[in-house]
């Protein structure tokens, strides 16, 4: 078990400018889930830390999966710098806590970066809440840029409400974008799925 001036020593490894030696570092804090170790880490985002140490302590409190970690990466969501905000999206669909959907919900709905709000989106529905829903139709209707589009569509069919099937059936109707068409058939099918179960279930 790593202590934490091993930890540390990590740590360091975030700001190097070979990918290599940072995944390397990602890796091995991924693996520690000492309480000890995860609150070191959620220490780093707290403070001041380099653009890179707060990206690659994003990644590994994603994948340790503790929620401990949901409000410090909720906060995280202003940091200044996108890259940052982008992992903690990441983040946070990694830990599928349905107290994150409040945050994601308006991070969409702010001018973001076109990434970190699609990253949101996908984000939902890995969540799964059903709360997500109006917005995510609503990104349907309005929003311009067509990869939050996607991730919207391909999240309403892992939230699998029936209410979608209307708004992604006019998209494979209209046949405008055929891989936003391909992910609302795709979508259609996990919700009719999802809903057989239901009907079989009760």
């Known amino acids: 078990m790593l202590s934490i001036q091993e930890a ?9 400018k070979n990918l290599n030696t940072r995944s390397r570092a990602i890796e091995v804090l991924s693996s520690l889930e000492k309480m000890e170790i995860i609150d070191f880490l959620i220490s780093l985002l707290m403070k001041n830390s380099h653009r890179l140490v707060k990206e ?3 990644k590994s409190l994603g994948k340790i999966g503790h929620r401990k970690a949901t409000d410090v990466l909720i906060e ?5 710098n996108e890259s940052v905000r ?28 076109p ?5 949101a989106a996908k984000a939902l529905g890995l969540i799964g809440d059903p709360s997500a829903l109006k917005i995510l139709l609503s990104i349907l209707k309005k929003e311009e840029d067509r990869f939050i589009k996607y991730h919207a569509v391909t999240s309403l069919g892992k939230i ?9 059936q006019k998209i494979v109707k209209e046949k405008k974008d055929a891989r936003l ?8 099918e996990a919700i009719q799925k999802a809903n057989s179960k239901k009907v079989v279930a009760g």
């Open 56 to 58: 690659g302590v994003c």
């Open 8 to 16: 540390e020593k990590l740590v360091g490894e975030l700001e190097s």
């Open 115 to 119: 990434l970190v709000r699609s990253e």
């Open 160 to 168: 699998g409400d029936k209410k979608a099937l209307k708004d992604l």
């Open 76 to 80: 995280t969501l202003n940091d200044e």
């Open 86 to 113: 982008y992992q903690a999206v990441i983040a946070l669909g990694q830990l599928g806590d349905t107290h994150t959907v409040p945050p994601l919900l308006e991070l969409l709905k702010r001018q973001d970066d």
């Open 181 to 188: 068409v391909l992910r609302s058939m795709e979508a259609i």
